[in-house]
């Protein structure tokens, strides 16, 4: 991930996105409103966390990914442990 948003490079952006996450299960619009950000922004960090496996997809309430429902994995909730430790 080269590009930068909002003077935040992805990595920073991702690691906040894990740790609103880690309040509990939120719908990708609602994780967006929390972080104060356009979910268009977002969705390619979200996307890049489910791959990684620290995301997924616990179902959806409307069309596209803005939509679906969004919980940590096991690992995600891990990696929320550390970010917030640090």
């Keep these: 991930m080269k590009m930068r948003w909002v003077g935040l490079n992805p990595y920073s952006i991702e690691r906040l996105l894990i740790k609103t996450l880690d309040a509990g299960e939120a719908t990708g619009l609602v994780v967006a409103d929390r972080m104060r950000l356009p979910y268009v922004l977002l969705e390619p960090l ?3 966390a489910r791959a990684e496996r ?11 990914s803005a939509g679906y429902r969004y919980a940590l994995t096991d690992a995600g909730r ?6 917030l430790e640090a």
């Design 54 to 64: 620290l995301v997924e997809v616990r179902g959806a309430t409307g069309s596209g």
């Design 78 to 83: 891990e990696r929320a442990r550390q970010y």
């Design 46 to 48: 979200v996307e890049h």
